[in-house]
């Protein structure tokens, strides 16, 4: 059963200013460069407690950590920050243009804390591996501030559409709590309180099945500090935001691999040695390879590649039958992917790169867009790309649900969540 409980969250006040100068993306989503930004929107941007910025004369008494409980303390004394006065739910809706298609949607969910669940009790459910460094570091923030300031992103499935008619509601009564447009996606929060209605909520969540769209290694490391600390008031649960997979407006983007580092390598090697699992065809050019995958059927895995050292594009379609043993611990679900097959065959059985390797990020980088990609190794300086198609949800909530799990990076939801609407401090 999903415990999905209201809360009563700190959020700014008129004080802290314009709700564009504040909130920020995701803190694995901002380079130093945007960071420097952040910085210069506002002294009470929403980066200086999720991304500080570090110091020579860091320590354990004095760092990015610490310095940000600090602020978070100083903000709330000021009245920068404030705590609402009763517990809710907070409709949150992204209007955006989709980048394949140019067409403007409009995704929404809600956010809400959930008392967090080991895998193994089937409430959450995973679909990606994780890597171990981020989770150091957003334990750190947490174990810090006693506090959880980004937004876990999840889904649930709800045909009827029962908590999105709420949050229209909500959407349609009046003014947003709190709005904000970054890079072309307007990020409207509003407020549920009504008694009744946080009821509904509640018991419409108890017999869902929740998916992890995004935050992962949020969510683990929200698991292992509950573990770590079961006597902390407040510690068993995680804010997070949930999203209807039934629901318009969710879009999933391809997520390419860019390789280097890769010792001794030749395309001419991979190419051959791919010959046994896939047919290869060679284009005459970048654009003929992407419009070969955006065209290419269901019907069996397809994966693109350019090479720094082949001024060529190169299409590998699986032979029917030769990837059986690669995939003989794969579920039925897994075997559809391409991405699955791009580490099984490729990645793995073609260039002999280890899953550590991958989960250790040796060599490896995910980038959004076919043609930043191609760049990556066209101009950037890297050996390899290999083009993906997008996962389709419904074939990620398959694979979790039947307790698999995908590559690193194998989705990518857009737009993403923006932190600084809400906080959750406990403890």
Known sequence: MA??????????????????????????????????????????????????????????????????????????ESGILAQDPEPGFYPYTQEFTNPDTGERQTRKGFIGLLEVEEYEARVVHRHELTHRGPKVDRWNLTDATQAYFGQLFFLYDDPQKQIDALIDEAAEGGEPLMQSEEEGVVHRVWRISDSEKVAKISSVMADKKLLVADGHHRYETALAYSRENPDKPGAKKV?????????????????????????????????????????????????????????????????GAVFADDPGAYLFTAKEGALDELLADSTEAEKKLDVVVLHKALVGSALGVSEEDVRELKGISYVRGFQKAVDEV??????????????KVHEVADISFSGGVMPQKSTDFYPKLLSGFTTYRFG
Not at 51 to 71: I, M, P, W
Not at 378 to 391: E, I, N
């Open 239 to 303: 804010m997070m935001t949930l999203v209807n997979m039934s629901s318009e407006g969710l879009l999933v983007l391809a997520t390419h691999r860019v390789m280097e580092g890769l010792e001794g390598f030749r395309s001419a090697d991979l190419l051959e040695r791919a010959g046994a699992h896939f047919n290869v065809e060679k284009l005459d050019s970048d654009a003929a390879l992407q419009k070969r995958i955006d065209e290419a059927g269901d019907e069996r895995s397809v994966i």
């Open 378 to 391: 066209r101009t950037g300086g890297k050996q390899v790309a290999f083009l993906l198609r997008p996962v």
């Open 3 to 76: 415990q999905i409980h209201p809360f009563q969250p700190y959020r700014y006040t008129a004080k802290a200013g314009d709700a564009s100068d504040l909130v920020t993306q995701p803190y694995d989503k901002i380079p130093d460069e945007l960071r420097e930004q952040y910085l210069a929107a506002s002294p009470y941007n929403f980066v200086r407690l999720i991304k500080g910025v570090a110091e020579e004369s860091d320590g354990d008494d004095e760092n990015v950590y610490t310095r940000a409980r600090a602020l978070l303390d100083e903000w709330i």
